[in-house]
């Protein structure tokens, strides 16, 4: 059993940043999802356990980076030039490398983030 815990949501405005934290109690391949109201879950970015791949939803490219702390056991979304559609809550995810729900057995309570513009 893997226990996730994020932090970091919040309040920004367009073009701000904010940066996500997850602190897992295993090691695992791990995501980011998100989801906005009336909308599905959607992918944003997964990171495998070593750190060394890393894969993104094209609407996050060039804006959003995942990278892991293994030593901290903590992985991190660090989200720039933020954009009024990135307003959903933000789910840590983990487990088997992928970009759907399915792939993932474990997760956390989700963290609010609001762009406003």
């Known amino acids: 059993q893997v226990q996730l815990v994020e932090s970091g949501g919040g309040l920004v405005q367009v073009g701000g940043s904010l940066r996500l934290s997850c602190v897992a109690s295993?090691?695992?391949?791990m995501g980011w999802f998100r989801q906005a109201p009336g909308k599905e879950r959607e992918f944003v970015a997964a990171?495998?356990?070593?750190?060394?791949?890393?894969n993104y939803a094209d609407s996050v490219k060039g804006r959003f980076t995942i990278s892991r702390d293994n030593a901290k056991n903590t992985v991190y979304l660090q989200m720039n030039s933020l954009k009024p559609e990135d307003t959903a809550v933000y789910y840590c995810?983990?487990?088997?490398?992928?970009?759907?729900?399915?792939?993932?057995?474990?997760w956390g309570q989700g963290t609010q983030v609001t762009v406003s513009s």
């Open positions: 990171i495998n356990r070593g750190a060394w791949n890393t």
């Open positions: 995810a983990g487990g088997s490398w992928g970009t759907n729900v399915e792939d993932y057995g474990y």
């Open positions: 295993g090691r695992t391949s």
